[in-house]
């Protein structure tokens, strides 16, 4: 079992930027992919972003290309998305989850999820 702790959400004007943390409870967390994701009022959580274990690969939603980077501390357990030019639009509820059995972008195929933590942008 995994248990995951985001921290690092709040308040902050269009155009700023705020860094997400991801701190696991497990020590093979360094084999474990892990992705953020996202979730709007009234809408579907939506992926964000994620980072492979074994090559570091990233990908990331279109909507956040250029402005958002994942990285991880695999030594801290941490795993961080990093969100530069934030916009309205990106106000939602972030997740960090591990462990996806299948595709990296669908929320259903990971195994453990955060709590989740309040990103609010203001116009």
């Known amino acids: 079992q995994v248990q995951l702790v985001e921290s690092g959400g709040g308040l902050v004007q269009a155009g700023g930027s705020l860094r997400l943390s991801c701190a696991a409870s497990?020590?093979?967390?360094?084999?474990?992919?892990m992705g953020w994701f996202r979730q709007a009022p009234g809408k579907e959580r939506e992926f964000v972003a994620a980072i492979l274990w074994s090559s570091g690969g990233r990908y990331y939603a279109d909507s956040v290309k250029g402005r958002f980077t994942i990285s991880r501390d695999n030594a801290k357990n941490t795993v961080y998305l990093q969100m530069n030019s934030l916009k309205p639009e990106d106000t939602a509820v972030y997740y960090c989850?591990?462990?996806?059995?299948?595709?990296?972008?669908?929320?259903?195929?990971?195994?453990?999820w955060g709590q989740g933590t309040q990103v609010t942008v203001s116009s």
């Open positions: 989850a591990a462990d996806p059995r299948g595709s990296l972008y669908l929320d259903r195929d990971y195994n453990y």
């Open positions: 497990r020590r093979t967390f360094s084999n474990y992919n």
